[in-house]
């Protein structure tokens, strides 16, 4: 075997472009016997040489990063062996740099961030909005979400004694051309900020306005869980809808019809037809009427709906009611008017109740063959009226009786018909941004039951009522055996942490000589959060962590990020990607937003009692502020995650929205005012609130604070 010095790198270039022309013939000198020298020192890693593979010593540049030893040639080209985390001063450590030149004409938003995650680890687009640096070094990237920060807090001199937050004035600018301070980031400068906060100087370069996801149009906050723990799905995947999947370890939690029946609210909400059992006893109820033409079922209390515990069969899901899904089919019988033509009632066992052709009062002016099904020759020989549909649904429906169907408010209105006891699948798998957006039914057939109905396709074939109605059924079925939880966290794309264990990326940096360019590798995830996490989004992480308090959030996150010892539950060497979030600050400034839970809500940290409250108040009259004591905490905290996670790795905070109390303040009045006004005998002028245009322009005002969040990117 024969060995030779390394050239200088001058010299190397011209030797491997040598190559390159001439081919292999230069590597006649490094042609081995067959016989290994005992006397060769060896890096360790080379457990054998074969008669094609040689060895050289690198040149004393290289031991840097290489750190020495001996290399393994073939074919006279060294074998480049894994590559060692890079130090600070290396020109290939990894970062995430903003420059002027960026692309950037608006606020980046919660996509952007789980973007840059995707192109860091998976098969995400470059961002525009900041340059990356060799993405291949990057070796883990974490990511905590801590509601309850906004902009005007990292400015100096403030006093958090006396701190509520921006008024609406401060956060919202002018009109007109849309000002690049706005959007922006803002470089964070240590001198410049409050004490409490200047740990955030010493992790990240600048703050940036975060854009939470919304709707302007109809004044809604959309969920940040969402828009960030939810990716597209690829073009190269197909804009098929992937069937739901149960987590690992998922347990099915058998839970009663009844759980899922609509609350008086819900109903009144979303523009049910209004029934006198749901009036609080007094005058309105005694004064009800219905309007001409329509009918309520003969329910005179809510209660008489409950069925005695004794009369329920053991393991009955029903808990004793009579379940009926509805779906009905209209055709235009005006501008913007739709009249009954078809009625399906099916019962809970499958059976089909009820399935007639109903011919309108008025002259049907469009057939909508398209959606309905329903031609010209079916109606005219019909002599069914709606008053006669009524009738009969009135001898079927008693207080004991339930019914199911999708946007079934549409159905009811259809029939002229009130009943108090609805299961309403639009409600049961909500639209992952929120209403007035619904799934449809084929929708959530193809993805909850893996089901093709509505094939249709715009042909005379239209909608089946009683296909429809079915359907609703299994959906509701399902539910009910799989549980609550069962179907909430779905929406339409791809779980992040599928999508990384699906199309992680590793390079050579990582993962070898057989990576080179890139190559599929699963990324392992971790969830830490509030509350039950295997019963949100988070579910679809390698691991999740449930937590209590923000500090088990800490614990949880540096546990994911080193792994166990024993590696039985979190991987040794942690795994590549955390998502976490802190809610101390969040419950301490009323961000919590307790009235309406969503699933990853659940589990949050108890009402203090009046006791609690005036200890707390007793022990922090001396004190520092309770906000600017729990900003100091959360510094401290951000900053040992920080100085504990391993070099290489993305670290990203941000808040997911800005402060939200406003908007639901605005949201509540209207959902009142609503209620209000659509209870039968109401008058307008003597509603306990008013709903106008000021209003309506003061929600729009306060929905932007609602939606401008911030957000912090560094690398360790």
């Known amino acids: 075997m024969s060995r030779k010095k390394n050239k200088s790198k001058g010299q190397r270039g011209v030797a491997a472009a040598l190559a390159t022309f001439q081919g292999d013939s230069m590597a006649i000198d490094t042609e081995v016997t067959g016989v290994q020298d005992s006397t060769a020192p060896t890096d360790g890693e080379l457990t054998s040489i074969t008669i094609s593979a040689g060895l050289k010593r690198p040149c004393p540049e290289d031991d840097h990063e290489d750190g020495g030893g001996w290399q393994t ?17 290396s020109k290939r450590y990894p970062g995430i740099h903003f420059s002027t030149q960026a692309r950037l004409f608006s606020k980046i938003n919660v996509s952007s961030l789980r973007d840059l995650i995707l192109y860091i680890f998976a098969d995400g687009p470059a961002p525009q909005w900041v340059s990356v640096k060799h993405r291949p070094e990057f070796r883990k990237i974490v990511a905590i979400m801590v509601p309850g920060l906004d902009e005007a807090m990292f400015k100096n001199g403030l006093d958090f004694s ?46 940036w306005p975060v854009k939470a996801p919304g709707d302007d149009k109809y004044g809604k906050l959309h969920s940040p869980m969402p828009a960030m723990l939810t990716a597209p799905l690829p073009k190269s995947k197909g804009t098929g809808i992937q069937p739901v999947s149960e987590p690992h370890g998922w347990k099915n939690q058998r839970t009663r019809i009844t759980e899922f ?37 003969r329910v005179e209390n809510l209660e008489d709906g409950k069925v005695p515990e004794g009369e329920v069969q053991q393991g009955s899901v029903t808990a004793g009611r009579e379940v009926y899904a509805l779906d009905c089919e209209m055709c235009m019988t005006g501008e913007a008017e739709y009249s009954l033509t078809r009625i399906s009632l099916v019962s809970w066992d499958g059976s089909v109740v009820l399935d007639e052709l109903v011919k309108p009062d008025k002259p049907i002016i469009d057939y909508v063959t398209r959606f309905s099904g329903i031609t010209k020759e079916m109606i005219d020989p019909i ?21 199911l169907g999708h946007s079934l408010d549409s159905d009811l209105k259809a029939l002229k018909l009130a009943h108090p006891f609805i299961v309403d699948t639009s409600l049961l798998f909500p639209h992952p941004r929120g209403l007035p957006l619904k799934q449809s039914l084929k929708y959530l057939a193809q993805k909850f039951l893996n089901r093709e109905v509505q094939k249709g396709g715009g042909t005379n074939a239209g909608h089946d009522s009683i296909e429809d109605a079915k359907t609703c059924l299994d959906l509701v079925k399902r539910k009910c055996e799989k549980g609550k939880a069962w179907g909430a966290g ?4 791809e779980n992040l942490f599928k999508r990384l264990a699906r199309a992680g990326t590793a390079y050579r940096s990582t993962a070898g000589p057989e990576a080179t360019g890139g190559a599929p590798v699963g990324k392992s995830s971790a969830a830490v959060d509030w509350g039950d996490v295997s019963r949100s989004a988070g579910n679809a992480a390698t691991v999740t962590i449930s937590c209590k308090s923000d500090a088990e959030v800490e614990a949880g996150i540096l546990r994911a990020v080193k792994g166990d010892p024993d590696g039985l539950e979190v991987p040794g060497g942690g795994v590549d990607f955390v998502w976490a979030r802190m ?10 937003n307790r009235n309406k839970l969503v699933p990853e809500d659940a589990g949050g940290p108890p009402a203090l009692t009046d006791g609690d409250k005036k200890e707390e108040e007793e022990e922090q009259e001396d004190a520092a502020s309770p906000l600017e004591t729990c900003l100091k905490t959360l510094g401290e905290r951000l900053k040992r995650i920080y100085d504990n996670l391993p070099p290489c790795t993305a670290f990203i905070v941000y808040t997911g929205t800005g402060d939200p109390r406003e908007m639901s303040r605005l949201q509540a009045m209207q959902a009142q005012f609503k209620k209000e006004y659509n209870t039968p005998g109401s008058k307008w002028d003597q509603l306990s609130v008013q709903w106008t245009d000021r209003e309506d322009q003061a929600l729009r005002r306060a929905l932007k604070v609602a939606r401008s969040g911030i957000g912090f990117i560094g690398v360790k």
């Open 583 to 592: 809610r101390e600050l969040e419950a301490l400034r009323g961000w919590w």
């Open 261 to 297: 029946l609509a609350t008086n609210e819900e109903l009144m909400e979303h523009g049910f037809p209004i029934h006198p059992a749901m009036l609080n006893p007094g005058e309105k109820r005694d004064k009800f009427k219905d309007p001409e033409g329509w009918v309520h079922t």
């Open 73 to 89: 040639i073939e074919n006279g080209r060294p074998v480049k062996k894994l590559k060692k985390i890079p130090g600070q001063e």
């Open 490 to 493: 779905e929406s339409q794309g």
């Open 383 to 403: 002599n069914t009226t709606l008053k006669d549909i009524q009738a009969r649904l009135l001898d079927i429906l008693g207080p004991r009786s339930i019914l």
């Open 162 to 207: 006396a701190y509520t937050g921006p008024t609406l004035d401060q956060a919202i600018s002018g009109g007109g051309a849309p000002d690049p301070d706005e959007y922006y980031p803002r470089e964070l400068k240590k001198e410049l900020l409050p004490e409490v906060l200047q740990p955030f100087a010493d992790m990240f370069p600048h703050l």
